[in-house]
Every structure is written in C-alpha cells, then in structure tokens.
C-alpha cells in the first residue's frame, strides 16, 4: 500500500515551501520541493549556455541529469543550492518549466520519489494537486496577496514575482490552479505554525 501524500500548490512566495517543510518535520515525513527541480534544470542549462527556449535540447538536458534536493540541491552530485534563486535562474524557470517534455521527466522523478518513502510525503508546487498527485490524501492551495509574496521573497522583485505569477497561470502545460477538492489557506499575516496548524486539523478530520 501506498504512503500518505500532502499535495501543495501555489503562487510565488505564498507560503508552500516554509509550510511544506514545517509539515514534512511535524508529522514525521519526507519533504519534496519540486521548484527546486525546475530550477536546478534552468541553473545546469543556463551553466552549460544552452538556449532555454530550445525544447529538444531542455528535454534531452532533463531526461540526462540526475537531482537531488536533499539535503541541499545539487545536479549531478554538484552542489547548486547557492545559485537557485539568481536573478538569471528567476528569468529563465518559467520558460523551462513550460517545456512539456521536460515537465514530463520531472514529474515521473516526483511520483518515484514519494513511492520510495516509508511514511508519507509532503510535495509542493505548481501542478502537485492537479497533475502529480491527484488522489493525494490531502491538498492545498496556499495563497496571499502579491505584496506580502513579493515582500516574503526579498532576493526577487515584486514585478518579478508577478512576471512568473502570470507565466504560471497562463502556460498551457499544467498550468498552475487550484484543485476543485484543495483546502484553500491565505496565508497574508498568519504565522507559518498557525497555518500548519490548520493542515493537520485538517489531516486529522480526512483521517476520522
Ligand atoms: O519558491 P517559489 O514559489 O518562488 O518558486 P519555486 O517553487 O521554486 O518554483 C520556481 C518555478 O518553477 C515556478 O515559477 C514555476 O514556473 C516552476 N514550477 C512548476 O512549473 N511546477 C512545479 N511543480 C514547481 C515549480
């Protein structure tokens, strides 16, 4: 039988990656942040200078390196952590993760990951609620509004925020919405606990 999935989904410095990971410690269960795949794809491509809008050679570049994200990221056993979150790598993820057949590699590497683990799992990212983990045992949509985003991601401007916000939204494959079944959370001005908090009344509730 299958382990437990928490799926999450969201914008732009809405929350997921702080909530995830504060979930995955609280109940015990692997952590898997899926943005750091589509960067670590753009930081290898943008390192070996291909062209990101060259679909084959993204798609070969994905299908070829191995990532891991824990516990720092790397590509290929080289640590990229530091250079995930450059003004160059911001610019250029959206156009990579638009790239179906690159969306494709990382998202059989997601569904691998969670199989693997012995307790449960909790993912978050674009398309996690809609596409990777559809049957998830829970999902969330986490949201805030773009000023407090853009002020929780002090490494990236506010127009940039909003530039990957609306390449997000509007890419044809996956793009990022919110599951008809998803908790829907705003996070603007609630504390990471008291968000968590809600998640696991939440899982406890989908339990009983
Ligand atoms: O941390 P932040 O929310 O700013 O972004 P991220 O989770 O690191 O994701 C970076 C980019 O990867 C997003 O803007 C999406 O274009 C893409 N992404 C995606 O398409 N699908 C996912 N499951 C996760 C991220």
């Known amino acids: 039988m299958s382990t437990p999935i928490i799926a999450i989904d969201g914008p732009a410095g809405s929350g997921k990656s702080t909530v995830a990971r504060a979930l995955a410690h609280a109940l015990g ?3 898997l942040d899926t943005g750091a795949m589509y960067r670590a794809v753009t930081c290898e491509a943008l390192a070996r200078g ?3 809008h060259d679909h084959e050679a993204l798609a070969q570049l994905a299908a070829h390196i191995r990532i891991n994200t824990l ?4 590509v290929d056993g080289r640590d990229v952590e530091d250079d995930l979150r450059s003004d160059a790598v911001n610019a250029a993820v959206s156009v ?3 790239n179906p057949k690159v969306r494709e590699t990382m998202v059989g590497r997601q569904r691998e990951f969670a199989a693997l683990q012995e307790h449960g799992t909790v993912v978050e990212g674009r398309d996690i609620t809609t596409v990777v983990f559809p049957n998830a045992t829970l999902k969330v949509f986490l949201t805030a509004s773009l000023e ?3 002020r929780r991601r002090d490494d ?3 127009h940039s925020v909003a530039r990957r916000d609306e390449a997000d939204y509007s890419r044809s494959a996956s ?3 919110q599951a008809d079944d998803a908790l829907v959370l705003d996070t603007t001005g609630r504390t990471i606990d008291d968000v968590v908090g ?6 406890k509730n989908t339990d009983s």
């Open 96 to 98: 990579v993760a638009a």
């Open 29 to 31: 269960w692997s952590f």
């Open 198 to 203: 809600e998640i696991i009344q939440c899982l």
């Open 148 to 150: 407090e985003r853009a």
């Open 156 to 158: 990236e401007s506010e």
């Open 71 to 74: 516990p720092r990221v790397s």
């Open 175 to 177: 793009p990022l919405r």
């Open 50 to 52: 291909l062209d990101v």
